[in-house]
């Protein structure tokens, strides 16, 4: 809750701003009311809660950074982290369907897009009509992008994609993910493209949803491209410009997973601070003993520490100054914190925290996967060290 | 009791509005004509009532059967029916001229509406719902109301202006019995010729059943919360509460699963319940559902976590799986209930 | 039409700390949140508008704090947010808090045609505001209503009270306080908060910009004191019960059997 302001360069104001205040108050009573309740089914179902959507489209959850003439809310990034946030905290699921819309099914059309390419898509996307994606894992390729087989071969004014990618994030709900396609396998460069492939495309089909550890309300899937027939108005950018795509969107992504990945700590932070205060051993409550006090504090100052992090990129973001590293930091502290925390907060729930009657499972169970997706932590650390070795000493 | 009155010699008086609409279900008045005798012994007070309507007779005669030693009647057609802004004048009127002590007014819905009008209008001070009333050593009332959703009492005193108002909930204060032989004076004033002319006006009014406030007015309720763990247990618990003539009560998880409807909500603004036995199966207890409880004479939770909020506030903990234990209680029920 | 709306910020009930201590209330640790009965006055109000035209004021009394459902009062659709703080507007009981308000609405919307009030607060309960309000402007009144209709110049509304289903009348200009069965609060839109906070019109007057009488506000000018402040004494002895269900079940009847059977009105057989 800290408004870091922007004039000329970047000034640290650390006292929390009314807006984001009550922006985080608004979220949090709608998540409470409307998604708490059915956050524990719809994960044990696997269930994606349509009718929660439903609610979410009118209030702007879908269009949070978009400009208000194309129907957004025109969100700042701190405001943006603080929605995630909060959504994640009470379902992280419905936050990661959230985050992955906005940051890396949206932010590209609006950042790369055509005046027409916008016109198109932007509306759809920001009123949540249609849910956004960005498509890059294949089965050879995770952190080496470069290894990605999906490939579009130009055919008039068509591109003929075809492969398959898979853990698609919405994959099952989007309605015109972006395809990272490789689009010159005849040069040793391999260079490549993204396109936006409407889901309506003939050859486009969605693969079975996958049964995940965590998240398990968000659709996450395969997606099959047979002979998709692209139109070239679909191409992001140019050909070759793929790989650029990729690393800056990317960077706006890391700052929503950082967000989610909060959230889950918060979750998994408050609980364990309300179970210390109600169990009781050994005549009294579990609070009054330092270890878990020790446990605490540490959980305390780690996801404020790791909040001020988020942050510092989001304000980076906003000034328009490169923010690779921080939101690379960010996404590594926040992810690791969420791991740390979960995991304490299972132990200090003791045998009830192995329940699925308590909700800390639930929250062990999807920290564990924001340490893995938009680039693993040990890509952050690559991107990090990178930037540390190449600074002039 | 009608030889203790210390008409002559009393130095103040305490009125009570007479609110007598509803009269068999609403003994408000009559309750708090006890309390008034009880407090105008300690500031050597005669008991007043006050009568606004139109054939009132029959209340009257209640009320000096109930306690009060001088009634003011104000018999009029043209204020049949109750109304806020005309009762409120005719009442500071009365006030104004007769300068009362103290003036107590059943919570009633009227009576939550009127009192504050009245208080206003006479700058003086009032307190809403008090669950007790005393007189302390400067011979002052001492209003004791709960503040913050029930979680807390707040004693509140009007020091200097007067009248000393209060509005006082039906159920805090028991009536004096019924006495035949009591006595008392009836003052009839005649409606003032100036009445102004009704800003707001009754169209209809319909008796509602009780439909609406069963779960206020249930005796026992049998509450269930996200702990049931699904449609069909949570089920179990109509039979429950209908084996013992009681209510079915949820909280807010529940009714969003739509285990229960809207109206069974245990936990919502201004819907308290007090009920003489509540039983709460599978409920952690969240704040909002434990403040609207607070008036329950004997709680029985069950729940399989020994720690959970609801437990601690509650008479007799089961630890135990709720299904179960309903299950059971159903059993048991139907082999000893007789008749 | 021209609407007012009082607001008021409450503390969020569940995380309210209280020290045992100071028997006094730690209000500036708990987050707040708009009153809910005045959030539903709100979405009346904004429906009313919708239909009639109209132009909505919120006004709210407390610390600076407060301006937060202000902001709230505009995203959801109020046309301007009137705050009166001041520290010697602290702690007022109820007769001076409707006078304030009162000034207030003379001086900010003397035209006004329909205020709306929450039927009471989370925090206090005592549901007096609203019709002390109205008399300090001298206009009629109507609590608890459920649901409003205008008609020209008069308000038809309907309550439940007292076990009756009223249906009534009333001359405007006038005064409401709504209850929360009916007009569930709109939730704003993200957008709309941020436009809320971009542009909003929030006038913010202290007592002198509203010629209050210091002695006639705060804890001086009201009539009523708060002498002590405590926690009822828990007089739950808290037995518990563990084991196998039958047995649970055997020892609730041995022990609580006479209470049980008195609540249901019955006799329980063999449990005498």
């Known amino acids: 809750m800290y408004r870091l302001e922007h004039e000329g360069g970047v000034s640290l104001d650390f006292y929390p701003c009314m807006k984001h205040k009550v922006i985080r108050k608004t979220v949090r009573e709608f998540a409470e009311i409307e998604i708490g309740p059915i956050a ?74 055509t005046e027409e390419q916008k016109r198109r898509f932007v509306p759809l996307l920001a009123s949540g009509e249609i849910i956004g994606a960005f498509c890059i894992t294949e089965a050879n390729a995770g952190s080496d992008a470069g290894g ?15 492969g398959t990618k898979i853990f698609v994030t919405n994959g099952a709900i989007c309605g015109a993910p972006l395809i990272f396609a490789v689009t010159n396998a005849k040069n040793s460069k391999k260079a490549a493209s993204v396109f936006i492939v409407e889901k309506t495309t003939p050859g486009y089909s969605v693969g079975e949803i996958e049964d995940l550890c965590g998240m398990r309300a968000n659709p996450v899937s395969s997606l099959f491209l047979e002979d998709c027939r692209v139109p070239e108005e679909n191409l992001l950018m140019n050909l070759g410009d793929g790989l650029k795509i990729v690393l800056i969107t990317l960077d706006t992504g890391r700052i929503g997973i950082a967000a989610q990945a909060l959230g889950i700590a918060q979750a998994a932070f408050e609980a364990s ?82 329940s699925k009657e308590y909700d800390v499972e639930r929250y062990f169970r999807d920290a564990k996967v924001t340490e893995i997706y938009e680039g693993t932590s040990e890509v952050q650390r690559m991107v990090i060290a990178r930037a540390v070795l190449t600074k002039p000493s | 009791m009608d030889d203790s009155k210390n008409k002559g010699t009393a130095t103040h008086s305490i009125w009570v509005f007479g609110d007598y609409r509803n009269y068999f279900q609403n003994r408000v008045t009559l309750q708090l004509l006890s309390r008034a005798n009880e407090l105008a012994k300690k500031i050597n007070a005669e008991v007043c009532a006050t009568v606004f309507g139109h054939d009132v007779d029959e209340w009257v005669g209640e009320y000096i059967a109930h306690g009060a030693q001088k009634i003011y009647v104000l018999d009029d057609r043209k204020i049949k029916d109750y109304n806020v802004d005309i009762y409120a004048g005719l009442m500071v009127r009365l006030i104004e001229q007769h300068k009362p002590e103290i003036v107590l007014v059943g919570a009633t819905s009227f009576g939550r509406e009127f009192a504050p009008q009245v208080a206003k209008k006479l700058l003086t001070g009032l307190t809403a719902d008090c669950v007790g009333l005393d007189i302390n050593d400067k011979g002052i009332l001492l209003q004791t109301a709960p503040a913050f959703g029930g979680n807390l009492l707040a004693e509140i ?61 249930a005796r026992i309720i049998v509450c269930g919360g996200r702990g049931m763990g699904s449609f069909k247990r949570f089920r179990n618990l109509t039979e429950l509460a209908r084996l013992m003539s009681g209510e079915v009560g949820a909280t807010r998880p529940v009714v969003y699963a739509k285990w229960a409807s809207q109206d069974a909500l245990v936990g919502q603004a201004g819907r308290q319940i007090r009920p003489q036995l509540l039983f709460s199966f599978g409920i952690s207890g969240a704040i909002q559902h434990t403040a609207a409880i607070t008036g329950t004479d004997l709680i029985i939770a069950v729940n399989k976590n020994p720690n959970a909020a609801m437990m601690k506030l509650s008479d007799v903990a089961i630890v135990a799986d709720a299904n179960q234990t309903c299950l059971a209680l159903i059993k048991e029920l139907k082999k000893s209930l007789r008749g | 039409m021209k609407f007012v709306v009082c607001i008021k910020q409450v503390p969020a009930v569940s995380e309210l700390p209280w020290d045992p201590q100071t028997g006094t209330l730690m209000r500036d640790l708990a987050e707040g949140i708009m009153n809910p009965a005045c959030k539903h006055a709100l979405e009346a109000a904004i429906q009313l508008k919708e239909t009639l035209g109209g132009h909505i004021t919120a006004i709210t009394m407390g610390p600076p704090a407060a301006e937060e459902i202000l902001h709230e009062a505009i995203a959801m659709g109020a046309d301007k ?76 509304m309907r309550r439940l009270a007292d076990n009756f289903l009223e249906t009534l009348e009333m001359d405007l200009p006038g005064l409401v306080t709504m209850t929360t069965k009916h007009y569930q609060p709109r939730y704003v839109s993200l957008g709309g908060l941020n436009d809320a906070f971009l542009a909003a019109e929030i006038l913010i007057l202290n007592a002198d910009d509203l010629g209050l009488d210091p002695e006639r506000i705060g804890i ?21 019960l563990k084991g196998a269900v039958k047995h649970i079940v055997e020892e609730l009847f041995a022990r609580f059997g006479d209470r049980i059977a008195g609540a249901i009105g019955k006799d329980l057989d063999g449990r005498q």
């Open chain 1, 40 to 113: 524990h089914d719809i994960d044990q179902e696997a269930r994606f809660p349509w009718e929660v959507i439903e609610k979410m489209r009118p209030m702007h959850f879908f269009g949070l950074q978009v400009p208000k003439e194309y129907g957004g809310a025109d969100l700042d990034s701190i405001s943006y982290a603080i929605v995630i946030e909060e959504l994640s905290r009470v379902c992280a699921a419905i936050g990661l369907c959230v985050t992955v819309h906005n940051s890396v099914g949206l932010y590209p059309i609006l950042k790369f897009g």
């Open chain 3, 220 to 240: 001086k000018g009201s009539a009523t004191r708060i002498q002590n402040v405590y926690a009822p004494k828990a007089q739950k002895e808290n037995v518990v």
């Open chain 3, 81 to 156: 947010g009137v705050l009166l703080t001041d520290l010697r507007m602290a702690g007022g009981d109820t007769l001076v808090t409707s006078h304030t308000l009162g000034m207030a609405i003379a001086k900010v919307c003397p035209d006004v045609d329909l205020i709306l009030c929450g039927c009471h607060t989370s925090d206090s309960e005592t549901a007096q505001v609203g019709p002390q309000l109205a008399v300090e402007l001298d206009v009629p009144s109507v609590a608890y209503v459920e649901h409003l209709e205008v008609l020209g110049t008069t308000l038809t």
């Open chain 2, 157 to 217: 005193i009007t020091p200097e202006r007067r009248p000393q108002m209060a509005t006082v909930r039906p159920g805090v204060y028991r009536e004096i019995p019924h006495n035949y032989h009591a006595t008392g004076e009836i003052v009839r004033l005649s409606l003032p010729k100036d009445l102004p002319k009704p800003r707001v006006r009754l169209l209809s009014a319909e008796r509602q059943t009780q439909r609406e406030q069963r779960l206020e007015d």
């Open chain 1, 148 to 162: 990605v087989e999906t490939h579009a071969v130009k055919d008039g004014n068509h591109y003929i994609v075809n």
């Open chain 1, 273 to 354: 601070v309300r179970y210390s205060k109600e169990r009781q051993q050994f005549r009294q409550p579990i609070g009054s003993f330092q270890t878990i006090q020790n446990m605490l504090a540490d959980m305390a100052t780690e996801i404020d520490a790791v909040r001020l992090l988020l942050y510092r990129a989001c304000a980076y973001k906003d000034a328009g100054v490169t923010f690779s590293t921080e939101a690379a930091m960010a996404k590594l502290s926040c992810s690791t914190v969420a791991s740390r925390v979960t995991s304490q907060a299972v132990q200090i729930h003791g045998g009830y925290g192995y």
